[in-house]
């Protein structure tokens, strides 16, 4: 079995013609998620959306929320991660994922104290269980938010 390692930029994928991709949700899910890591938050919205409407699933509400978050509704991103709990079949690590998202859409719309709690409380929550996540975002988040009080500070002084 040979695998390929050649890693290529998002856009290599934009490139290639609708015809030479499999229309299924997974694909269009996919394909919105190789907008968004290039900002193109509309068109990113849009294959989110065609991929719901082929067939609802997981990453299709996720990638649905990440460009909602991209276009600056956060609200409407946590409705998509709310559904997007429907076809994460009970597994608790898919449910972790899916807080530690909607955290971070908190935290990237400036509510830093709000994503810190939300963190804090599934650490505290998952105690005898893989908290190792939890404790990753939670130290990024207080160093983003340091680093920003400092940066704020040093410009004003």
């Given amino acids: 079995l040979a695998i390929n390692t050649t890693t290529r930029d998002a856009g290599y994928f934009e490139e290639l013609p609708i015809q030479e991709i499999d229309?299924?949700?997974?694909?269009?899910?996919?394909r919105s998620l190789v907008r968004a890591r290039?900002?193109?938050?509309?068109?990113?919205?849009?294959?989110?959306?065609?991929?719901?409407s082929v067939q609802p699933s997981l990453m299709g509400y996720i990638s649905k929320g990440i460009a909602l978050c991209g276009n600056e509704k956060l609200w409407d991103a946590m409705e998509a991660f709310d559904l997007a709990f429907l076809f994460s079949n009970r597994d608790p690590i898919t449910i972790d994922i899916l807080l530690l998202i909607k955290a971070v859409a908190l935290f990237n719309a400036g509510r830093h104290d709000e994503a810190l709690r939300r963190v804090q409380d599934l650490a505290t929550a998952r105690k005898h269980s893989h908290t190792v996540p939890c404790r990753t975002v939670e130290v990024s988040f207080a160093l983003r938010v340091h680093l920003t009080k400092f940066l704020v500070l040093t410009c004003l002084s």
Avoid: M, R, T
């Fill in 23 to 30: 229309v299924d949700s997974e694909s269009f899910a996919n």
């Fill in 38 to 52: 290039i900002f193109d938050w509309d068109n990113a919205l849009q294959y989110a959306v065609k991929s719901i």
